[in-house]
């Protein structure tokens, strides 16, 4: 049997290798990895729990610091979130690969959010941009197709959705249910830089042209102008010359846009694609964007934002469970609150707490649904880190963080300080002029159910792929 002792022998056997410049950390686009990887190549020895149902949350951005100015704006410092009631907590790596002549690939240690979703998506390293593929010699240079999570659920006759408060053509939901080199080509006028894989040479399409083909049980988000007219015609194909949402409707799905249509959507209704928005959806908190030095003055979120057609990330979630729960064997759903990281990028502290407060009702949730179904295992994480930062609220001059900042009243009544300090500087004095950066920070994972055990330690975003299978 493959014990804890054994594994500490294996990765302390690895690091004496490493530290002797005997083995260096490889990656073959055809193998799991040797290092990362404590389990071998196919199977988790000793694991036979393998959950009926499936629950992944993924808070884009969503690390650590994310997670700690949340709980405590929000709830205090005392208070708990629904992801702390989740019996297991571990964390994950998340690095990257860098293009190149292969089999080897550097390491790229600030990853983006195609390349990580690919890792869980099919337990594979590959090149930032790239969805659900291997990496290659150059962004645009095609990789393999690597077989997704959500096509081996649906192999085995589970239900499969795929819910996001992004458009569901972004990084994050599009690893699950396409392949393409690279994570722009949304739509089909967004093809031009991924001409190989246009449906018109007899390539899969677009994301969005693959998302329907794919046949996903539930879809649910934004985007809706990667599907409509504004996305182009399908060039190819029984649907050329037609709308993305004209082959979905070809292709059976029921079609819905606002919060009325889904509430009262029934479970027979499927498959369902429910696009809510023309682009992203609508921030929950809204609030002002960082400023330099002393940052803005100190004040309480805007917590009304979310428009009323618009369905909340937990009543998707909700729905999506209700239509999705339904088959004897079971149902496999992915959930993304996208925006943590959007609004991580603008330094806009409110939008980011309104929207991984919202996540975390989502959770609620999934927690009320496995109370009644045990044999069902919640997985929740983030993709990557990101830049935000709890500081001193009561500096100031030259000990003022270099990055730029917000000032929190809390639920307490206390300031809470966050900076942002991964991009811009004093040539650059409003944060709206930038984007901030990702960070390499290994990221928080915990779980719930069936085989939650496995994540606790250290380990890797291509174990989840086994995790998630009861492996």
Known sequence: MFTRNNQLAVVLGVTMCVGLGIQTVHAHDNDRFEINDRFGNNERPGRNKTPKNVILFIGDGMGISEVTLTRYYQYGVKGRMNLDKLKYTGFQTTWSLKPGAGPDYASDYTPDSASTGTMWATGRKTIDERISQGPSTALNVPGKN????????KAQGKRVGNVTTAEITDATPAVLDSHIS??????????????????????????AEQTVDHRVDVLLGGGKGRFDGTGGLIEGGPDTGRTVLDSAQRQGYKIISTKSELDALPWRNLPVLGLFTPGNMTTEWTGPVATLGDGVPAHACTTDNRPSNEPSLAAMTKKAIDLLDHSPHGFFLQVEGASIDKQDHAANACAQLGETVAFDEAIGVALSFLERNPDTLIIVTADHSHTSQIVGEDTSGNGNPTGYSDNLITREGQVMRVTYGTAGGVDRPLASQLSQQHTGAAVPIWAEGPGAEAI???TDHTDLFWILQGK
């Open 146 to 153: 690597y077989q997704t999570i959500l096509e081996v659920f």
């Open 182 to 207: 690279l994570r722009s080509c949304q739509a089909p006028k967004n093809m031009t830089s991924c001409p190989t894989e246009r449906k018109a040479v007899g390539g899969p399409g677009s994301i």
């Open 456 to 458: 606790l330690g250290t």
